[in-house]
């Protein structure tokens, strides 16, 4: 019985081909501009790691001293110093616990004939690429030991591989950043994290950055960048050496841990509150024992990542589409008034109403079908418009995958059926004698 | 107008298809308004002056070469050797541009123990040739002078200086009069500062900030392995100017230029998403327009196909062809007056959710009022069409049978 509606649809909508035409344009584009927007915004509200998001928490303490006012007083800064860093990645209560700075420097393959180039340098330690299960092509992650010792090695995108390596394995090989020399001892497969939520908030939609080294070596070679970081001090250090920075009571660098279950929450956070009381009785954190453990989501949400923007071109979009659902119920009324004759027929040959309904709506699916397979079309014209309007963006931000397009065209489906519903009703009302009489 | 109590009548005995379009009518304007209210509202936003003479003002990030003792001298030997190219009006080092999206700020305390500061204002680092060099506009006191410069190996705020401030942030310092604050001292990071001067306007590193126009000048140049450059050229230099910058630096072994933007095109990034969003803003309301009067379009023909043989019998009984048009006409004009005025209170309401929820300025009625009127005319415009066709119904279908 269905395939037989689906042709008297075909019939149908060939019957009134610019009827028909209009009602299909109308839903692609209410669509089309629903489905860009809320591809656009759905990738970048994703969940950056599935499998683990609910058990990364970014660490956060309050380490700022008396006198100091901060009017925004529920909220710490998500960086805390190096003093305290250095402390509390001495627990080993996380599984993974990372630290995270960022250095820009110049870089260059000794080996090569080539001009430096600059390039951002992601500071973290060994925990970093384990906890965030970064898939490697050569190689792997440095370790501990690399941390502790302050080694000068590196682990290279693969774009980074490509650049200065012409993707081949460059385990072992040198790379020198800024003056020094620096041993790869991995390379990463493509890998992508969106959002970015580990790094710099102005930076959560663009790609990691080429290079990962230790951050231990960083500190060891005094490398600081203060642009690529956020650095705030509520009482400046002693002298501007950077043993005085290192002590000071300037916040900048950036903890993530990854806890297991709600008990092992729950005892690093009595580590973090003891740790914090034991400061206070050193005179320091005068201000109050504060420390939070802040999870990725929680984290997105209050850094305000997704644009208040996207959201609002959402809703206009969501209102658009129906706009152009309430025309096409207009044009469905036309159409069904002009089939009257041909369903007081069916009617007056034996079919039910329900059969009526069942053809008519039928019919209208078949519509939203094809709209809905147009919109898509116009939605991916849609996403090559933003990718162009948010160069500044990553343009995996601007992709549909699988579940979208399936979605998008279950609601084209649904919303034409929906929508549809009263001109239906009304058309399978239709009088017997009245429309035969005129046969 | 004799037509107007018929129309009414009719149009409640169709009951759906008018309602649809009255619906339809009145999501439109509510959106469409609403939208036009975010474009101009970013429209100022972006227009906000940045105090820079934009069209000949360029800056370059580039590495000052180390140990660090040289790097001083180096910094003298940079500008020393910019400043002699063509077309180069002025050069001064600058810690960050305004609307650079990166950028510092200070904590400004009227008294070295008061718990509360004024406010939080911009900070910029840079030396005495900073208001020629950005082309400010100094306003009131005096300008910097070579004696108040000095040099600074860190980031360290903490050196008393005589600083410039804009007029926004003199009128946190002084109130009652802006003016006021010239010679007053205020403390940053523990530091007294005497004010010298005030600008008219010199904007921070982020637009969408607070504070964005509230900005300290410090004579204090901060020397690091990074530098910037910010370079006024002559007019119509601009290009010259800055390949011959980039060949001048370049001429220092290991030099390595991270970036060179011209104030446009920092203007440009830092507005991009306010840019991109009012675009997409714009064909949204683009579509709703060609999808509502597609809309009225549709059903006015849909609407006179359905009644020729009646309007064949109004014409058979006298009427003339633009009384026939007219009653279209006036039938369109009830449907949008209606669906205008149930869209003028969503559309308020709507603005007052924006309001809550985004924080946007709510609609204007003047928007408003412009809005209907333009809503209107489109309505009409589109039933022009089918009215017309409507008028030239020949009146002898009235004695064909159906």
Sequence with gaps: ?439 | MKDLAPIIKALFKEKLVPFLLILQISVTFMVMVNAANMISEREKLMSRPTGVDEENAFYVLTNLQGPSEKFVANLSHDLASLRAIEGVQVVSPLNGVPLGLWGNYVSVYRNLDDEYPIDNAGYYGSDEHIVENLGLNLIAGENLALSDTTVSMTGNHNISSSILITKAFAELVSPDDWRQAVGQTIYTTNTPQRIKGIVEAMQGAWPRWYGVNGSIIYPVIEVDNTIRYFVRAEPGQLENVMEEVNKVLLNTPGRVIEKMQTMEEVRLRAYKDDNASSKLLISVCVGLLFATSLGIYGQARFSVNRRKRQIGTRRALGASKGQVMRFFMLENAVVSLTGLVIGFIAALSLSEQFAQHFGLTPVPLPYLLSGMAALFVLGQLSVSYPALQASRVEPAIATRSA
């Design chain 1, 1 to 439: 019985m269905f395939s037989y509606y689906v042709k008297l649809a075909m019939i149908s909508l060939k019957r009134t081909p610019l009827l028909s035409f209009l009602m299909v344009m109308l839903i692609a584009m209410g669509i089309g501009a629903t489905m860009t927007t809320y591809t656009v915004n759905y990738m970048m509200s994703q969940d950056p790691k599935p499998s683990k998001s609910d058990n990364l928490y970014s660490v956060q303490i309050d380490s700022r001293g008396d006198g100091v006012d901060y009017s925004y007083l529920d909220t710490i800064p998500p960086e805390m110093t190096y003093q305290d860093a250095m402390n509390i990645l001495k627990s080993d209560i996380p599984k993974y616990q990372a630290v995270i700075s960022a250095i820009r420097t110049t870089v260059k393959n000794p080996a090569k004939y080539d001009t430096a180039v600059t390039r951002e340098v992601r500071t973290t330690s060994a925990d970093f690429f384990p906890m965030l299960e970064v898939p490697f092509l050569y190689g792997r992650g440095w370790d501990e030991t690399a941390d502790s010792n302050a080694e000068q090695v590196v682990v290279l995108t693969k774009q980074a591989n490509m650049r200065f390596f012409d993707g081949e394995n460059s385990i072992g090989q040198s790379l020198q950043l800024g003056e020094d020399l620096y041993q790869v001892v991995g390379v990463l497969d493509d890998w992508l994290i969106v959002p970015k939520f580990y790094g710099q908030n102005n930076a959560m939609y663009s790609q990691p950055f080429d290079i990962f080294m230790p951050f231990s070596t960083q500190v060891s070679k005094e490398i600081f960048t203060t642009s690529l970081i956020n650095i705030s001090c509520w009482k400046p250090a002693e002298d501007e050496s950077t043993a005085a920075f290192l002590a000071s009571e300037c916040t900048w660098i950036k903890i993530w841990a990854e806890l297991e279950n709600d008990e092992k929450k729950q005892q690093f956070q009595l580590f973090l509150d003891n740790y914090a009381q034991q400061q206070q009785a050193q005179g320091r954190f005068a201000n109050r024992i504060l420390n939070k453990l802040v999870s990725v989501k929680q984290y997105l949400s209050e850094e305000k990542i997704v644009p208040e923007d996207s959201k609002i071109a959402v809703w206009l979009a969501a209102l658009f589409l129906i706009v152009c659902l309430l025309n096409c119920m207009g044009l469905m009324m036309a159409k069904f008034h002009g089939k009257a004759g041909e369903a007081g027929l069916r009617r007056a040959v034996g079919a039910s109403r329900q059969h009526l309904i069942a053809q008519f709506s039928v019919e209208l699916a078949v519509v939203g079908f094809i709209g809905g397979v147009f919109g898509l079309l116009l939605a991916q014209l849609g996403l090559v418009a933003m990718t162009n309007l948010y160069s500044h963006l990553h343009s995996s931000l601007m992709q549909m995958n699988a579940l979208i397009v399936i979605a998008t065209l279950a609601l084209a489906v649904v919303i034409s059926c929906v929508f549809g519903l009263i001109p239906i009703l009304k058309a399978s009302r239709v009088q017997l004698s009245s429309q035969l009489k005129s046969l």
